[in-house]
C-alpha cells in the first residue's frame, strides 16, 4: 500500500551500511565510518537515507509508518507521536537507540554461552544529577526476551565489555560491573556514570543455554528507563542469519545428531566389512547410554555380545586411525535383526565427532539396500534416530588400507 514502516527502514539502514553504501563523511551519525565520501549517487542517497534514519524523530522510530502519504489514523494503533513541545521552555529532543544488536557464542542445548549486547544512543545515558547532597536519579537499561536464558534463582551477572564498569545491579550501593535479573527475566543494569552519545558500548554475560528452544521463539529488545526514557528497540542478530530474524541468543539447537555416516570397508561378498560409523551430537552423551546401529541384515555374521570394537579418529587423508575414545572395547551383534549395540564407557561433549570401527562378513550375494539408522537410548534428553550417509567401499587400488578379513581390528579388544 506504499506504506514502509521505522524498522523496515532501520533494517535497510543496517544493510546499506553494511555493504558500505550508506557511510559518508559527512553524515551525522552514520555508523562504521570509514572516512571516505559517497562516491556515486547510489552511495549518497543512501548516506542521505541512512542518517535520516539515525536522526529521526522518536515518534517516527520503531514501530510507526514512515511515508509521507501515509495518513496517520490513531484507530490502527502503533507508536504514539511525540507531543508539540517547541513552545515550552522543557522541550527536548526524542532519544533512541541508533544501533542495537545481540550475538551469542554457543547453541548447544544446556551449554555455556557469552551473550553480548552492543548499542549506541543518541544522547548520553548517564543518572541524574539533582544538585549537591541529594542522591542523583537513576537511569537503568532493560533488555526483555531473555527469560529462558535467565537462571531459575533470580539473582546478578557478572558484565564484561567497555561500558560494563559503567553499570551496577542497584540505583545506590550496587556492585560494579554486574546487572540483575528480575522476576520477569528482564536483566536490568543501572548507570553510574555516564555512557557517551553516539559511541558503540558492549556488555557480555555469561549464561546457560535451555535444554531446548523456547516456543515461541521471543523478540529480545533493549529499552533505557528512568532519567532518559527509550522505548523498546528490538536487538538485531546476525547470528541468527541476518538483520530481522529473531533467532538470536535464543537460536538453540534442539537435542539431536548433527550428523551420521557409515564408511563401507569391502563390498567383496563373503568378505569381512570394517565399517567405520562417526557422528556428532548437540548435547553430551552420558556413560552407560547405548547407541545403536540398524539396517544392516543380510549379514552371516552369527550373534555375539564381544565383537570387537575400535575407537579411533579420522586421519587427514579422511581414513581411520585407531586410538582413544568413550567407547568400550566390544559390542553386541545381532544377526536376525542386523543390529550392533554399542555402550558408552565414558560420557562424550556436544558438538565433537565421534568415531568407532567394526567388521562383520559381508552377504554372499547382492541384496536390497535398507535404510541404516544410529540411534541413542539411555539419555535424559531424547534424541531421534538419524539415518546414517552411507559410503561406498574404497576401490579395489584401495584395498591395502582395509584390515585383512582374519585380523581383530587394531585397537579392539582381545
Known amino acids: 500500500e506504499g506504506r514502509v514502516d521505522a524498522d523496515d527502514c532501520v533494517i535497510l539502514a543496517e544493510l546499506l551500511r553494511a555493504s558500505g553504501l550508506g557511510i559518508s563523511s559527512g553524515a551525522s551519525g552514520a555508523s562504521g565510518a570509514s572516512g571516505q565520501p559517497a562516491a556515486s549517487w547510489a552511495g549518497r542517497v543512501?548516506?542521505?537515507?541512512?542518517?535520516?534514519?539515525?536522526?529521526?524523530?522518536?515518534?517516527?522510530?520503531?514501530?510507526?509508518?514512515?511515508?509521507?502519504?501515509?495518513?496517520?489514523?490513531?484507530?490502527?494503533?502503533?507508536?504514539?507521536?511525540?507531543?508539540?513541545?517547541?513552545?515550552?521552555?522543557?522541550?527536548?529532543?526524542?532519544?533512541?537507540?541508533?544501533?542495537?544488536?545481540?550475538?551469542?557464542?554457543?547453541?548447544?542445548?544446556?551449554?555455556?554461552?557469552?551473550?553480548?549486547?552492543?548499542?549506541s544512543c543518541s544522547t548520553i545515558l548517564?543518572?541524574?544529577?539533582?544538585?549537591?547532597?541529594?542522591?542523583?536519579?537513576?537511569?537503568?537499561?532493560?533488555?526483555?526476551?531473555?527469560?529462558?536464558?535467565?537462571?531459575?534463582?533470580?539473582?546478578?551477572?557478572?558484565?564484561?565489555?567497555?561500558?560494563?564498569?559503567?553499570?551496577?545491579?542497584?540505583?545506590?550501593?550496587?556492585?560494579?560491573?554486574?546487572?540483575?535479573?528480575?522476576?520477569?527475566?528482564?536483566?536490568?543494569?543501572?548507570?553510574?556514570?555516564?555512557?557517551?552519545?553516539?559511541?558503540?558500548?558492549?556488555?557480555?554475560?555469561?549464561?546457560?543455554?535451555?535444554?531446548?528452544?523456547?516456543?515461541?521463539?521471543?523478540?529480545?529488545?533493549?529499552?533505557?528507563?528512568?532519567?532518559?526514557d527509550i522505548p523498546p528497540t528490538p536487538l538485531f542478530s546476525k547470528s541468527g542469519g541476518g538483520f530481522g530474524e529473531w533467532r538470536g541468543v535464543l537460536g538453540v539447537v534442539p537435542p539431536q545428531f548433527m550428523f551420521g555416516k557409515v564408511q563401507q570397508g569391502s563390498s567383496a561378498p563373503g568378505a569381512a566389512n570394517a565399517m567405520v560409523v562417526s557422528f556428532a551430537t548437540s548435547v553430551p552423551l552420558s556413560a552407560g547410554a547405548t547407541l545403536e546401529v540398524t539396517g544392516l541384515r543380510g549379514s552371516p555374521t552369527p550373534d555375539t555380545a564381544a565383537l570387537l570394537l575400535a575407537n579411533g579418529s579420522a586421519t587427514p587423508e579422511g581414513g581411520f586411525e585407531p586410538g582413544d575414545g568413550p567407547f568400550g572395547p566390544a559390542a553386541t551383534w545381532t544377526k536376525e535383526s542386523g543390529a550392533l549395540e554399542v555402550t558408552l564407557a565414558s560420557d562424550t561433549e556436544a558438538g565433537t565427532t565421534y568415531m568407532f570401527s567394526f567388521s562383520i562378513l559381508n552377504p554372499p550375494k547382492p541384496r536390497p539396500a535398507e535404510l541404516v539408522q544410529l540411534a541413542a537410548s539411555g539419555l535424559e534428553q531424547p534424541i531421534s534416530p538419524i539415518d546414517l550417509q552411507c559410503l561406498p567401499a574404497p576401490t579395489p587400488s584401495d584395498d591395502s588400507a582395509i584390515p585383512d578379513s582374519g585380523a581383530p581390528i587394531p585397537g579392539g579388544a582381545s
Open 126 to 228: 548517564a543518572p541524574g544529577d539533582t544538585g549537591a547532597g541529594n542522591a542523583p536519579l537513576p537511569t537503568w537499561i532493560r533488555i526483555l526476551g531473555l527469560d529462558s536464558h535467565a537462571p531459575s534463582e533470580r539473582g546478578t551477572v557478572a558484565l564484561e565489555g567497555g561500558v560494563a564498569a559503567s553499570l551496577s545491579d542497584a540505583a545506590q550501593e550496587g556492585t560494579a560491573a554486574h546487572a540483575i535479573w528480575e522476576e520477569d527475566g528482564a536483566l536490568v543494569a543501572y548507570f553510574t556514570a555516564a555512557a557517551a552519545a553516539r559511541d558503540r558500548h558492549t556488555i557480555s554475560f555469561h549464561v546457560t543455554n535451555p535444554l531446548s528452544p523456547p516456543h515461541p521463539l521471543p523478540k529480545p529488545t533493549i529499552a533505557a528507563e528512568g532519567c532518559i
Open 46 to 119: 543512501a548516506a542521505e537515507f541512512c542518517t535520516a534514519v539515525t536522526i529521526a524523530p522518536g515518534g517516527l522510530v520503531r514501530g510507526a509508518r514512515w511515508h509521507k502519504m501515509a495518513p496517520r489514523d490513531d484507530s490502527a494503533g502503533g507508536a504514539p507521536q511525540d507531543p508539540d513541545c517547541s513552545g515550552s521552555p522543557l522541550a527536548v529532543s526524542a532519544a533512541a537507540f541508533l544501533e542495537s544488536r545481540i550475538s551469542y557464542t554457543s547453541e548447544i542445548p544446556g551449554g555455556d554461552n557469552t551473550i553480548t549486547i552492543t548499542f
